[in-house]
């Protein structure tokens, strides 16, 4: 193989790669803008709306906000939570609704699931959080 059509070819994937790189950084930004906007308007309510309920039926639950993430976290555990967080890992990014139950003194249950898939963060509903919420209060409550 000649050097110059070596020399083009390298070009041209550098050329590719630095496009998808580009292309990334702007998906992973519209991510970022969309969850922050689903986690005010959609899944923050959502969360406190839950602790209060949950507060109501004397299950010692509470709202937590923290930068990025909704949570509703147990006061007698730190490892007792449900949160909703953005997963940049696959693309499109996505949401995830994660669970974690302590088991006995040192074991914890750690549960990932996406939320809506195939549904754009822009689009996510209350409604869409539900499905994993509820099962996840279950077991919560339950112990």
Same mark, same amino acid.
């Given at each position: 193989?000649?050097?110059?059509?070596?020399?083009?070819?390298?070009?041209?994937?550098?050329?590719? /790669?630095?496009?998808?790189?580009?292309? $990334?950084?702007? =998906?992973?930004?519209?991510?970022?803008?969309?969850? %922050?906007?689903?986690?005010?308007?959609?899944?923050?309510?959502?969360?406190?709306? +839950?602790?209060?309920?949950? #507060?109501?039926?004397?299950? @010692?639950?509470? %709202?937590?906000?923290? /930068?990025? =993430?909704?949570?509703?976290?147990?006061?007698? &555990?730190?490892?007792?939570?449900?949160?909703?967080?953005?997963?940049? &890992?696959?693309? @499109?990014?996505?949401?995830?609704?994660?669970? =974690?139950?302590?088991?006995? $003194?040192?074991?914890?249950?750690?549960?990932?699931? @996406?939320? /809506?898939?195939?549904?754009?963060? =822009?689009?996510? #509903?209350? +409604?869409?959080?539900?499905?994993?919420?509820?099962?996840?209060?279950? #077991?919560? %409550? /339950?112990?």
């Amino acid at each position: 193989m000649e050097v110059a059509e070596l020399r083009r070819q390298i070009l041209r994937e550098i050329e590719r /790669a630095q496009v998808k790189a580009a292309e $990334r950084r702007q =998906s992973g930004d519209a991510a970022h803008s969309a969850y %922050a906007k689903f986690i005010v308007e959609v899944a923050g309510p959502l969360v406190l709306q +839950t602790a209060q309920i949950l #507060r109501a039926e004397r299950l @010692p639950f509470q %709202a937590q906000t923290p /930068a990025g =993430s909704a949570r509703i976290a147990s006061e007698t &555990s730190a490892n007792d939570f449900i949160e909703f967080v953005l997963d940049t &890992s696959v693309r @499109p990014p996505r949401v995830l609704g994660r669970s =974690s139950v302590a088991v006995g $003194r040192h074991n914890v249950e750690v549960e990932e699931v @996406p939320i /809506a898939p195939g549904t754009p963060i =822009s689009e996510l #509903r209350d +409604t869409d959080l539900l499905p994993f919420l509820l099962p996840a209060i279950g #077991r919560l %409550a /339950a112990r």
